[in-house]
């Protein structure tokens, strides 16, 4: 099967702005930011979706989470901060590997459109 876009950022066939990196996941800065802050935090393990994760993919979910917040307390976002994850075509996915957003430096509207 052919790589998707995140797996090349992943293997830094293309280019990022990466701002984490463990093992399990990374942190980059989307290309065309909607906030001040606008970042993907995404498993290095090829989930499609974040209904497409199985049971044994608990832990790598929870840690993503976390990894999630802790990006968001070192980019200084205290005054609050939104995490999406968009699935399939109604949800406006258009990569198909799991990714968080993560929003934040301006209020957010709800509800999103
Ligand atoms: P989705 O619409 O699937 O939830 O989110 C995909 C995100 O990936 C979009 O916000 C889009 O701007 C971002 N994106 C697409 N191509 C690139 C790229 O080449 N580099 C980076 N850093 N982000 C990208």
Redesign the pocket.
């Given at each position: 099967m052919s790589q998707t876009?995140f797996e090349k950022?992943i293997a830094r066939q293309?280019p990022?702005?990466i701002v984490y990196e463990d093992e399990q996941v990374l942190a980059?800065?989307?290309?065309?930011p909607?906030a001040p802050v606008?970042v993907?935090v995404i498993p290095k393990k090829p989930i499609a979706r974040v209904g497409d994760a199985e049971a044994s993919d608990q832990a790598l979910l929870g840690h993503l989470l976390l990894k999630a917040g802790e990006v968001a307390r070192m980019l200084g976002l205290k005054d609050g901060f939104r995490l999406v994850m968009?699935h399939g075509q109604h949800g406006?996915?258009?990569?198909p590997h799991l990714?968080c957003?993560l929003l934040g430096g301006r209020p957010l509207q709800w509800p999103p459109g």
């Open positions: 876009l950022i293309i990022a702005d980059f800065r989307d290309i065309h909607q606008h993907l968009n406006g996915e258009t990569v990714h957003h």
